[in-house]
């Protein structure tokens, strides 16, 4: 398999998990957070912390998949990391354009999935600008 044919699962929200080749589904916007939950202590502590991460993917045909997930761990054994998953597809329109609209309403509700509402509106300010004459 080369790179252009890799392939990856998402986790939707309300739908069983799609899987996508990558390649033919291109990020278009994304917004990271992390944060290190490490306190002092008097022995060296595991690590903990905590990611999330929402991502827009486009496909030629209009389509786009909005997914993301918030992974954390308290540090304390077993060291094991807990995920937060969620993603929406949304068709596109009629006339094969992808559906704005939806897209947006699908960040904000992916943000809520993954509890972080401030990556909504980073998200969507990487989000392709929209050209106006």
């Avoid at 290190?36 to 209009?62: F, Q, S, W, Y």
């Avoid at 761990?73 to 990391?81: C, H, I, L, Q």
């Amino acid at each position: 398999m080369t790179d252009d044919d890799k392939k990856t699962e998402i986790t939707m929200s309300d739908r069983r998990p799609i899987r996508i080749v990558q390649s033919d589904w291109p990020i278009i916007a994304t917004a990271n957070r992390s944060d290190d939950l490490n306190k002092p202590r008097a022995c060296a502590p595991l690590a903990a912390g905590r990611e999330t991460r929402i991502m827009v993917r486009e496909h030629k045909d209009g389509r786009r998949v909005v997914s993301g997930v918030q992974q954390w761990s308290n540090g304390e054994p077993p060291n094991s990391w807990r995920d937060l998953k969620g993603g929406m597809l949304i068709g596109a329109q009629s006339d094969g354009k992808p559906d704005e609209d939806k897209t947006i309403h699908a960040i904000r509700y992916v943000a809520g999935v993954v509890q972080d509402y401030r990556l909504a509106d980073e998200c969507i300010a990487d989000m392709p600008a929209e050209d106006l004459s």
